[in-house]
DNA sequence: TTAACTGGAAAA
DNA sequence: TTTCCAGTTAAC
């Protein structure tokens, strides 16, 4: 035997015997409940369930429930969380000991270890994927540190809140429910002008004089710094925590922990916050649910509307959906009386704002500004600024003829031209091909333009018709977030408004607003709407809003009404008619061919399931999945067991998505 | 990673 | 029928 080969036995064989001798080392078990159930961190969907681990003694008071650890598992270390400690378990073979508590800090708590449980199972994942989404990673120099104190008292200021929820009823009952400790749901469509970020920040003051913690989400980091400061102001210093995902780990952890160590229960931030570990939750707030930065684009894909009412339901807490429009599924949620509705009366709305439509035709001011348009931009400027909400005009950032305007197309396969870098040529996004000298095929000129955007354009056109008044934009990735309350004329593009600091805006003007109804998307009316309700919120008390387009569609009739209400209703019957959600549950499996046809196949479904499909999608495929809501929950489930059979067999995945936003 | 299991082939 | 072995599977 060569010397390197016998080397190599006796070292595997000293390899074997200290397996053997690890084997015969029993470790000696915790004196009460020696079994931790642990969750492994594994995408593997057929191991989404507890496995047995036995706890060393040195380990009895470190593997709490809710703390990470180490296992051994199938030969690999793995992470996972200690869910429960009992006392046997019904594993009938031998326990492996955990290899390690990472660290004593409970950062899972049971709730929130059960709401991942039904997140997962709404929406046909694993709880190791949405734990994921729930659970920052652990910095270790931060958990070392201590967290702040206990907040102290929160004093109501029953004016003050009377005051910020002026024009809206019933809210002084729903704030009273609050601070009695009990858990009533509503839907708040807010009036325009409306200062929401210190209503919620009331709320959030009567939960906690009720001794409990409250929970507010909201779509961006813009809107978290307004309800931030909103929250300050109203219950002072020190009460409340920003979790803020852009932060960096050690903030972010240091912020988790706070909340998790109970010292912080007032918890503002944006969609992950929905599984924030608060303690004594008593009510969750979510800002403006129609916003589609709700929706987690990670596996499983949850909704954050959809997260909080599970957590109402399952921790018995009060919840709040608020927002200027109202999505469909909110409106959902009233019909069925499983939250009531909170809104101005007609009076209020009369008081707060006048919207018009000012017909696209008649145009004297530029190209896009009709006469009363512009009559209200001027009057607006006369004592104060003036939003201008523009639609973006280039759907995709492709290139066109400097002259003709003609789209920029590839020479070699007629697909888009993109700009790669300022000083590079041009490229095809389809076939990659540099397109270093290009002409157009219109006109045969040679320049190329960038897309204009929006409101470059528009503010240059309003420049000139409003000589000498000051034009600010915002929008793409100049986005400001306030605006001066001094005469300005303020051009953005939908969701990128600034806030007039300290008041409204005179007027607000709504361009073009036959552009996002020309959608093909199912929920572009209503997307529309939210849109305009959310800028023409802004204006000031007593303010105009003008809306430049059609008056004979719908959306733009319940944004001249202000009735979001009626327009979700109105939509959510269309809805109905049409077996789309919230109606229906309706579910997408995209994924190689075969593997499709085999899920539709292996699938449980409940009685009247209507499949749609397979499609092809690319070199894949695509069934879509339908229900009434009713049987939801069985689709969901049967959804699930797919996944965990097709796991278990090692079969090609399959992605499967729950009520996706977008579907088209 | 690896112990337990499976099934097929060789040995008896 | 038993035994052996290689490949597979489940996984605490």
């Known amino acids: ?63 709490v429930p809710g703390a990470r650890v180490k ?8 992470d996972g969380y200690v869910v ?19 660290s004593a800090e409970p950062v899972l708590l049971p709730e929130v270890a059960a709401l991942a ?59 009273a429910h609050l601070a009695a400790g009990g858990s009533p749901r509503a839907v708040w469509s807010a009036a325009p002008a409306t200062d929401w970020p210190t209503a919620l920040a009331h709320t959030a003051a009567h939960t906690h004089a009720s001794g409990r ?22 219950l002072g210093e020190g009460h409340h925590v920003t979790l803020r995902a852009e932060a960096g780990p050690a903030a972010r952890y240091r912020d988790f922990l706070a909340v998790s160590r109970g010292r912080r229960r007032i918890v503002l931030g944006t969609r992950a916050a929905a599984f924030a570990p608060v303690h004594d939750l008593g009510l969750v707030v979510l800002w403006d649910d129609g916003d589609d930065l709700h929706s987690e684009p990670r596996a499983p894909y949850p909704h ?72 209200a931009v001027r009057a607006g400027l006369a004592d104060g600024p003036v939003l201008v909400q523009t639609p973006r005009s280039g759907y995709a950032p492709s290139l066109a003829c400097e002259r003709c305007r003609t789209p920029a197309r590839c020479t070699h396969c007629t697909g888009p031209l993109q700009l790669a870098g300022a000083a590079d040529p041009p490229y095809c996004r389809w076939c990659g091909e540099r397109a270093a000298d290009w002409s157009c095929a219109a006109c045969g000129h040679r320049g190329l333009r960038a897309p204009v955007v929006g409101e470059s354009r528009t503010a240059e056109e309003l420049g ?84 430049v387009g059609a008056p004979e569609h719908a959306p733009l009739q319940a944004l001249v009404r202000w009735d979001p209400a009626g327009f ?37 479904l409940p009685d009247g399931t209507e499949v749609l499909g397979p499609v092809p999608d690319g070199d894949q495929s695509r069934v879509v999945l339908r229900v009434p809501s009713a049987a939801g929950t069985a689709l969901s489930r049967a959804l699930g067991e797919v996944q965990r059979v097709r796991s278990a067999r090692k079969l090609d995945a399959v992605r499967i998505q729950v009520d996706p936003v977008d579907l088209d």
């Open 1 to 63: 035997m060569l010397p390197g080969l016998r080397a190599a036995v006796a070292d595997s064989k000293a390899k074997a015997a200290a397996t053997r001798a690890r084997k015969a080392a029993d470790v000696e078990p915790a004196p009460t409940d020696p079994v931790a159930r642990v969750l492994v961190d594994l995408p593997l969907a057929h191991l989404d369930r507890p496995f047995d681990y036995l706890v060393p003694v040195k380990d009895a008071h470190t593997a």
């Open 71 to 78: 296992v051994r598992f199938a030969g690999q270390d793995v």
């Open 84 to 102: 429960e400690r009992v006392a046997e378990s019904d594993h009938p073979g031998r326990l492996a000991p955990l290899r390690r508590v990472v």
């Open 117 to 175: 449980a039904a997140v997962a199972e709404r929406y046909a994942g694993s709880r190791a994927d949405v734990l994921r989404l729930a659970v920052p990673p652990r910095h270790a120099t931060t958990e070392a540190k201590p967290s702040p104190d206990p907040d102290g008292r929160v004093e109501i200021d029953a004016a003050a809140a009377a005051a910020a929820w002026a024009g809206h009823e019933p809210a002084a009952a729903f704030l």
């Open 213 to 234: 913690g409250a929970l507010l989400v909201v779509p961006d980091h813009r809107d978290l710094a307004r309800v931030d400061d909103a929250l300050t102001k109203v």
């Open 304 to 375: 954050t509307r959809e997260v909080l009412v599970l957590r109402a339901e399952q921790q018995q807490t009060a919840l709040l959906l608020a927002g200027f429009g109202r999505s469909v599924e909110a409106q959902q949620l009233v019909r069925s009386g499983w939250a009531h509705e909170i809104a101005p009366p007609r009076n209020v709305l009369r008081a707060r704002a006048t919207v018009t439509i000012a017909e696209s035709g008649e145009r004297e001011h530029g190209a896009r500004l009709p006469r009363a348009a512009y009559d």
């Open 464 to 547: 000139r018709t409003f000589p000498g008044v000051p034009v600010l934009t915002s929008g793409g990735s100049q986005i400001r977030a306030e605006a001066p309350a001094t005469p300005a004329i303020v051009v953005a593009t939908p969701g990128a408004e600034p806030v007039v600091t300290g008041g409204g805006y005179a007027a607000v003007v709504l361009l073009d607003t036959w552009l996002p109804l020309g959608r093909v998307d199912l929920r572009a009316e209503e997307e529309a709407l939210r849109r305009w309700f959310n800028a023409a919120a802004l204006v000031r008390a007593g303010g105009r809003v003008i809306a």
């Open 568 to 604: 979700a209703e109105r939509e959510a019957a269309q809805r109905a008619e049409a077996h789309l959600p919230p109606a229906s549950r309706l579910a997408t499996v995209t994924g190689d061919p075969g593997a499709v046809d085999d899920v539709v196949t292996l699938l449980d």
